[in-house]
């Protein structure tokens, strides 16, 4: 009896010190400190991008600190890191010959590359001076158009000679619509849904001035027609398609390394049905913007082509690869050599040798995927690595071993991704990595020592199964090393002799370093550490990471936990999930991240943000655990984020659970006004950005793969597809808390009809809730995120934290980062006059 009542005491006293608990402040000023073009003046380099050079291993970089930016030089075999150059030297004499001041902290040099002989770089800098831009296409009359003149040299880096290239004539950029043979001869694109193709002369006029009238170009096919055509057609609406039908386009054309043929893919998608997004904010009238979508279970599917153009006899054919009903064909792209990145351009070639080329099929149902090979000369089709599964097969790009007479194949057929050695004509001669990790990705091959290297993630014992790792390991499975051991996130870049590799890597607490390793994994030089050090000084602090179980007490979830840095371990303080479903991926940071809004900068209000993963999310654990939400995609991980935030509030005190909130986006937006109407007792808040409520009218892709549908096939061989998924608003009579939905009003990924059926339910069903409409947005809100965020900020301050404190009509944190113009030709921008201070809120 006695300890009865002394539970009932503490319970008592619990329940009345979260009821009596103070409201806590929101705090704005705090939040507007850390707007993404703040975290840009904060931030600056986190990783090292290296330029490896063709002729040695060396490879350069540049990185950005708050001294400014400098560049290096590194030579692996002397394990030696050099500056390129002295930031101070090479700006004295810039500016003797730009005649513009230039220090070593604000050296603009943009488009450097090595030259000659490797001792040499070129770059460009922009002055003040302006000059007129020659036009050859304006019309006679037309005032001349001035730019800012760019003045181009040369750099010796052993002498510190600079040299002027006073009459150098920069390449031209690729255009977009330009594919371009390896040998550089021969350029292919589409214009009225066609192939034509021109020679290299001509395509440096077209270089010069696309428009000139003396270009020849050639007709390589004549049937191509609007929705069934050879070349890209983008999503453009009604007026600017007809105004860019004549225009070239892209075309993705993968070349022979010999040049003589290429393969394209094209889709017929005739029979797809439309869709639509009236732009309203279109000049001078609202334009309807109408595309091809297809929506899970439609029996209009579009249907994959594919031909190879011989360019000796310019003349074509097409494949025949049809397996499955409504097949996806996907063509592999060579990989390419990371030692040419900055050449002019680089071919996109197909994977294979001049006589083969590699590709795989792909039923609709994504049970079934056949890796195939076809031979260019005849034109044969050969099938060679067939995977079938109760659930949707994800693939990889084939590794080629020797030009193909050896393969490496990517598969979970065993429940983890793995990788397996292959003979030239699909026999399995052995099973390379196994065991309970993933095998993310193949970063390269040693044809001659028969290893491959790649990165993996759950190989290490102790450590969050989602850190990735560099390993190498020899073709016959011997052999396996890990190659840069530390418990974090690491990216790596390998060059193309397989000598050595940069690893970038960090945690969601720690400061990214970069390292330089041999490839058999000797450390060879520390290379740089970022600088934090403005960010720390504002009170940054590193988030908290965290494991609970998931709702079934046995699976291990992983999290990060975001607080105020001005935080009060005594005081309670409301909890935001941010989330998003997956299941390609979950939204838990693993590095460092400037990417702070939904996370950091929204706890800065005075709120606890909690990320964590999902049975059914993340491919980077188990088969079981990535298709846990299989056939189930609308609240396959709901349990888990509430089981979550309930573990970490018996945790730690300062959480209240009885004030929890969510917010996504996307995949985001329809999880988080699921949890709503799920958990209606638990979830009080929701701010649910352009979310796929409905999935029947989401994409085939995403909702097919991720949910399934079911292939039927009648006695008389009719083949069928069932579809059918759960949607938000058939639970929208559950919803009791406080629920604010947004979309872009032209968005073409989710539609808006996603969310607007939510509110239409809503409405019916007599509930208050919020809607915003972003007028001219697509999927990503573009230059009104920031608009949003504050929005989404007063939601859940009000709503969740409970916070009324009446807010202006203007948004302040965002009008006081307006410069303000003066009168013309006045003093410029006016800061304020003395004593005046701004209003905070």
């Known amino acids: 009896m006695r300890s009865f009542l002394l539970i009932l005491l503490v319970a008592l006293s619990t329940a009345a010190f979260a009821q009596n608990a103070p409201v806590i402040k929101s705090n704005y000023q705090l939040a507007s400190r850390f707007s993404p073009k703040k975290i840009g003046k904060l931030v600056f380099s986190t990783s090292v991008d290296p330029h490896w050079l063709k002729k040695t291993d060396r490879f350069w970089y540049e990185y950005e600190t708050t001294d400014g930016k400098k560049w290096y030089i590194v030579d692996p075999a002397k394990g030696e890191k050099k500056l390129l150059f002295d930031n101070a030297d090479l700006a004295a004499k810039i500016t003797r010959i730009v005649k513009d001041p230039f220090d070593a902290q604000h050296l603009g040099l943009d488009s450097m590359r090595f030259i000659k002989d490797e001792n040499w770089i070129q770059f460009e800098v922009k002055s003040t001076e302006e000059i007129e831009k020659k036009d050859s296409t304006a019309k006679k009359g037309t005032p001349p158009v001035k730019e800012k003149k760019t003045f181009y040299f040369e750099y010796n880096l052993n002498t510190g000679e600079l040299v002027e290239l006073s009459d150098f004539k920069k390449p031209k950029r690729k255009p977009n619509w330009a594919s371009v043979s390896p040998d550089g001869n021969l350029v292919i694109f589409a214009r009225n849904q066609n192939l034509f193709w021109m020679d290299k002369a001509n395509y440096e006029k077209a270089l010069k001035n696309e428009d000139d009238s003396t270009i020849v170009e050639k007709a390589l096919t004549t049937d191509g027609v609007e929705n069934f055509a050879y070349g890209s057609e983008g999503n453009e609406n009604n007026v600017d398609k007809e105004k860019n039908r004549k225009k070239r386009k892209s075309v993705f054309a993968f070349w022979s390394p010999d040049s003589k043929h290429f393969v394209i893919e094209r889709t017929d998608n005739r029979k797809v049905k439309d869709l639509w997004v009236l732009n309203a904010l279109s000049d001078p009238r609202p334009t309807l913007e109408t595309y091809k979508y297809w929506m899970p279970g439609e029996k209009e599917a579009p249907v994959d082509h594919v031909y190879l153009f011989d360019m000796t006899n310019m003349t074509n054919k097409e494949m025949v690869l049809s397996a499955f009903k409504d097949q996806t064909i996907s063509l592999w792209a060579d990989p390419g050599k990371i030692n040419t990145r900055d050449d002019d351009f680089r071919a996109l070639k197909w994977l294979g040798t001049n006589d083969k080329f590699y590709f795989t099929r792909t039923g609709r149902d994504l049970k079934r995927v056949d890796v195939c090979v076809v031979d260019v000369n005849t034109g044969a089709v ?12 994800e693939t990889r790009r084939l590794g080629l071993v020797n030009d193909g007479k050896e393969l490496i194949q990517w598969s979970e057929r065993d429940g983890y991704a793995h990788l397996y050695l292959y003979d030239e ?12 990790y993933h095998v993310e990705n193949i970063m390269g091959i040693d044809d001659a020592k028969r290893i491959v290297y790649f990165s993996a993630n759950g190989k290490e014992n102790g450590e969050d199964p989602y850190y990735l790792h560099a390993y190498k390991v020899n073709f016959d499975g011997t052999g396996l090393k890990l190659l840069n051991p530390g418990e974090f996130e690491h990216a790596m870049s390998i060059n193309d002799s397989k000598t050595y590799f940069v690893d ?20 060879i030089l520390d290379l740089e550490t970022a600088d934090l050090s403005s960010l720390m000084s504002t009170g940054y602090k590193f988030p908290t990471t965290f494991k609970v179980k998931a709702d079934d007490g046995i699976t291990d979830i992983y999290g990060v936990m975001y607080k105020p840095f001005d ?8 909890v935001i999930e941010y989330v998003y479903p997956g299941p390609q991926t979950e939204a838990v940071n693993k590095s460092f991240s400037r990417g702070m809004d939904r996370t950091e900068r929204l706890a800065q209000l005075g709120f606890v943000v909690i990320t964590m993963g999902n049975r059914g999310g993340h491919p980077a654990r188990s088969k079981w655990y990535h298709n846990f939400g299989y056939g189930n995609l609308r609240d396959y991980g709901l349990a888990d984020k509430k089981a979550a935030a309930e573990q970490l509030a018996d945790r730690y005190p300062y959480i209240d659970v009885e004030r929890v909130g969510i917010h996504g986006h996307s995949g985001g937006g329809f999880m988080s006004t699921a949890a709503m109407l799920v958990y209606p007792d638990f979830f009080k808040v929701a701010v649910s950005s352009s979310g796929n409520h409905d999935n029947s009218i989401y994409n085939r892709w995403w909702s097919e793969q991720h949910h399934g549908v079911k292939e039927t096939i009648t006695d008389k061989g009719d083949t069928s597809f069932l579809y059918n998924i759960e949607k938000n608003q058939d639970l929208v009579k559950n919803l009791k808390g406080h629920l604010m939905l947004s979309t872009g009003d032209i968005d073409n990924n989710v539609h808006p009809g996603n969310t607007t059926r939510v509110a239409n339910a809503l409405i019916k069903a007599n509930k208050r809730f919020d809607l915003v409409i972003l007028p001219g947005q697509r999927h990503g809100y573009g230059d009104m995120t920031e608009y949003f965020f504050w929005r989404m900020a007063d939601y859940f301050t009000e709503h969740l934290m409970g916070d009324r404190t009446p807010r202006p009509v203007d948004i302040n944190e965002m009008n006081r980062e307006i410069e303000q113009s003066g009168p013309k030709g006045g003093g410029g921008a006016r800061r304020g006059a003395p004593g005046e201070e701004e209003e905070e809120n």
Do not use: C, H, M, W
């Open 567 to 574: 935080f009060d371990s005594t005081k309670k303080y409301p």
């Open 504 to 523: 970038n890597y960090s945690r969601v607490n720690t400061v990214p370093k970069s390292t330089l390793y041999a490839a058999d994994g000797r450390k």
């Open 382 to 393: 050969k099938p060679l690595i067939q995977e079938r599964f109760n659930t949707y097969i």
């Open 425 to 436: 004509n699909g026999k399995l001669k052995n099973q390379i990595t196994s065991g309970t």
